[in-house]
C-alpha cells in the first residue's frame, strides 16, 4: 500500500529550528516532483515548497523564503523540510505530498499521494 | 501573486447537485486541480487536469474550467460528501502553488 510518512513534527520555541522528514513506503519519489503543504489549526491549505524531480529546482512560499530548505534524497526514497527561524504563525501541521506525474512539468502537476501530516507548534 | 477564491460555504440536500467554484485571473487558461478534506483526515485527489478522476473516485465528481471560473460538480450529493474542497493551479508567473481558500460542503 502506497503511503507517505512524516515525521519530526513537535512544539519549538519562536526563533528556533525543526527538521521535518518524509518517507515513501511503497511508492518511489524517484522521478516525481515534491511538495510541503501546511494547514494553520482551522484554516485551509497553504503551499510551502517545491522541489523537482532531480532537486535542480525549488521554489517557496513568499512566507517561508529565507527560512525553509526543501531537499531530497532519491536513494533513500526521503525528503526534508528545514524550517528556521520559525515564528509563531508557522504553527500548522505540515503535510508532504507527492506529483502524480512522473518527470511532469508544472502545468502537468497535481499533488497525488499525500501524508498524514505532522504538527508543529511554535509556542515560547 | 495570484489568487483564487472560493465560496467559503455549498449547501445542498441529499440526492441534489452541489456546485463549488473556483474564480481566478483567465483560470480557463490553466490546468485546475481539487482536493477534498474531510476533518481530521489528509486532502484526497478528487479531480485533476480540470476534469479528469482518479481511480477510485466516484463519477458523480466532475469538473470543468472555462474564463475566469472552474467549477467542481457533485451530483446526487450523498451525506459522506460532506467536507472541505479546495481548488489549486500553478502560477506559472511565480512559480508557485496556489490552494483557493476552501469551501465547506454541508448536506443538509
Known amino acids: 500500500q502506497a503511503q507517505l510518512v512524516e515525521s519530526g513534527g513537535g512544539v519549538v520555541q519562536p526563533g528556533r529550528s525543526l527538521r521535518l522528514s518524509c518517507a515513501g513506503s511503497g511508492l518511489t519519489f524517484s522521478g516525481y516532483a515534491l511538495h510541503w503543504v501546511r494547514q494553520a489549526p482551522g484554516k485551509g491549505l497553504d503551499w510551502v515548497a517545491f522541489i523537482s524531480h532531480d532537486g535542480s529546482h525549488k521554489y517557496y512560499a513568499d512566507s517561508v523564503k529565507g527560512r525553509f530548505t526543501i531537499s531530497r534524497d532519491n536513494s533513500n526514497n526521503v525528503f526534508h523540510l528545514q524550517l528556521n527561524s520559525l515564528r509563531a504563525e508557522d504553527t500548522a501541521v505540515y503535510y508532504c505530498?507527492?506529483?502524480?506525474?512522473?518527470?511532469?512539468?508544472?502545468?502537468?502537476?497535481?499533488?497525488?499521494?499525500w501524508g498524514q501530516g505532522t504538527l508543529v507548534t511554535v509556542s515560547s | 501573486s495570484y489568487v483564487l477564491t472560493q465560496p467559503p460555504s455549498v449547501s445542498v440536500a441529499p440526492g441534489k447537485t452541489a456546485r463549488i467554484t473556483c474564480g481566478g485571473n483567465t483560470i480557463g487558461s490553466k490546468s485546475v486541480n481539487w482536493y477534498q478534506q474531510k476533518p481530521g483526515q489528509a486532502p484526497v485527489l478528487v479531480i485533476y487536469y480540470d476534469s479528469d478522476r482518479p481511480s477510485g473516485i466516484p463519477e458523480r465528481l466532475s469538473g470543468s474550467n472555462s474564463g475566469n471560473t472552474a467549477t467542481l460538480t457533485i451530483s446526487r450529493v450523498e451525506v459522506g460528501d460532506e467536507a472541505d474542497y479546495y481548488c489549486?493551479?500553478?502560477?506559472?508567473?511565480?512559480?508557485?502553488?496556489?490552494f483557493g481558500g476552501g469551501t465547506k460542503l454541508t448536506v443538509l
Open positions: 505530498a507527492r506529483d502524480g506525474q512522473w518527470l511532469g512539468t508544472p502545468s502537468d502537476e497535481y499533488f497525488q499521494h
Open positions: 489549486q493551479v500553478w502560477d506559472s508567473s511565480t512559480d508557485q502553488r496556489v
